[in-house]
T-cell receptor, first 115, second 113 residues
């Protein structure tokens, strides 16, 4: 079974530029998550989708971050304009059920460096 | 709000040593507790879980017991191997606070031959 796929693996941009990350979850998984992991900290949930609807985006900085999950499969996370403090690894995860049981399957992450 | 506190790392052990990584939590109600592991160059993966008080989760020789009286979920392994070198994250899931998995900061473990 293929795992969660993310791209790009690495991205370096200058502040005020924009960037987009893509995630393809495990086939059939209804729920998709984007986490931000800053160096030395644990992952922090940015947004959670159930199929193509948003379940929780309370910690998403909506003035600069946006995310969508069209057709309830792939998802894109965008940052525009980027700030220095956005340097982090962006993790995508998926889970099979409609309800989060805490058993998430993570991709390898996309590492963003903002200069 | 909910929070998870893990012991600071890095932890360095010799092969076959006993491992304990401390984890305590703050939450209302009855959260579920998890340990995730991140091996070098790989994504996070679930190691074990416990969903109610006194439950013991176990996997790959690792164990953790959900202690409500001490609000703890310490990770233990009797004899570590070099291949156990990784970052370990304690996490909780609390239906009282939505269904977001809340992670600790992680503890880096290095096992030397």
């Amino acid at each position: 079974e293929a795992g969660v796929a993310q791209s790009p693996r690495y991205k370096i941009i200058e502040k005020r530029q924009s960037v987009a990350f893509w995630c393809n979850p495990i086939s059939g998984h209804a729920t998709l998550y984007w986490y931000q992991q800053i160096l030395g900290q644990g992952p922090k949930l940015l947004i959670q989708f159930q199929n193509n609807g948003v379940v929780d985006d309370s910690q998403l900085p909506k003035d600069r971050f946006s995310a969508e999950r069209l057709k309830g499969v792939d998802s894109t996370l965008k940052i525009q304009p980027a700030k220095l403090e956005d340097s982090a690894v962006y993790l995508c995860a998926s889970s099979p059920g409609q309800l989060n049981t805490g058993e998430l399957f993570f991709g390898e992450g996309s590492r963003l460096t903002v200069l | 709000g909910d929070s998870v506190t893990q012991m600071e790392g890095p932890v360095t052990l010799s092969e076959e040593a006993f491992l304990t990584i401390n984890c305590t939590y703050t939450a209302t109600g009855y959260p579920s507790l998890f340990w995730y592991v991140q091996y070098p160059g790989e994504g996070l993966q679930l190691l074990l879980k416990a969903t109610k008080a006194d439950d013991k989760g176990s996997n790959k020789g690792f164990e953790a017991t959900y202690r409500k009286e001490t609000t703890s979920f310490h990770l233990e392994k009797g004899s570590v191997q070099v291949s156990d070198s990784a970052v370990y994250f304690c996490a909780l899931l609390n239906s009282n606070s939505g269904y977001a998995l809340n992670f600790g900061k992680g503890t880096s473990l290095l096992v030397t031959p």
